[in-house]
């Protein structure tokens, strides 16, 4: 019988010039297998996902001034990293920030040997890209969400099993 997924909170963060921000991360022994992804991660005991998100975004990248908003999207991901297999069932929040200065604070052992840094993203820079971001249609749901603002209720992203 498969493992109950992971519980993950992630967060689209977004600065007053509507870019969003990504961390680079890799396979810890193994930089040159790398990409973009969203902060969040793994719920912790009995905090909600929308504490977790926050907690998260704390500790990934200093950012504590944010303005979290609602579900846009639920993704099931199943992904081998750092030797073992993770199935994660993934709840992205949007968010908003005045704040552009990141500064990783409460980093786990795994993050210090896999997040490389973090970097801003406009959506023609992302569309543009040639690197592999997770989940791997964020340019066109960056893009979706600038056009016509958060969906009316959670969407819920094709299964991506790597």
Same mark, same amino acid.
Do not use: K, N
């Given at each position: 019988?498969?493992?109950?997924?992971?519980?993950?909170?992630?967060?689209?963060?977004?600065?007053?010039?509507?870019?969003?921000?990504?961390?680079?991360?890799?396979?810890?022994?193994?930089?040159?297998?790398?990409?973009?992804?969203?902060?969040?991660?793994?719920?912790?005991?009995?905090?909600?996902?929308?504490?977790?998100?926050?907690?998260?975004?704390?500790?990934?990248?200093?950012?504590?001034?944010?303005?979290?908003?609602?579900?846009?999207?639920?993704?099931?991901?199943?992904?081998?990293?750092?030797?073992?297999?993770?199935?994660?069932?993934?709840?992205?929040?949007?968010?908003?920030?005045?704040?552009?200065?990141?500064?990783? =604070?409460? $980093?786990? %052992? +795994?993050? #210090? &040997?896999?997040?490389?840094?973090?970097?801003?993203?406009?959506?023609?820079? *992302?569309?543009?890209?040639?690197?592999?971001?997770?989940? =791997?249609? $964020?340019? %066109? +749901?960056? #893009? &979706?969400?600038?056009?016509?603002?958060?969906?009316?209720?959670?969407?819920? *992203?094709?299964?991506?099993?790597?």
């Amino acid at each position: 019988m498969p493992a109950e997924p992971r519980r993950v909170a992630r967060v689209v963060l977004l600065d007053p010039a509507d870019r969003v921000l990504l961390l680079h991360g890799h396979e810890p022994d193994d930089p040159a297998d790398d990409w973009w992804f969203t902060p969040g991660g793994g719920v912790e005991g009995d905090e909600t996902r929308e504490e977790a998100a926050l907690r998260e975004l704390a500790e990934e990248t200093g950012i504590t001034d944010v303005e979290l908003g609602p579900v846009l999207w639920r993704r099931q991901c199943s992904f081998p990293f750092a030797g073992r297999r993770w199935d994660q069932d993934e709840w992205y929040y949007l968010a908003r920030t005045t704040t552009t200065v990141t500064r990783a =604070t409460a $980093l786990t %052992e +795994l993050e #210090r &040997r896999s997040v490389a840094g973090a970097r801003w993203w406009t959506c023609a820079e *992302l569309t543009g890209s040639h690197e592999t971001v997770y989940p =791997t249609r $964020l340019a %066109e +749901l960056f #893009r &979706r969400l600038l056009d016509e603002g958060p969906p009316a209720g959670p969407v819920t *992203l094709e299964t991506e099993i790597v």
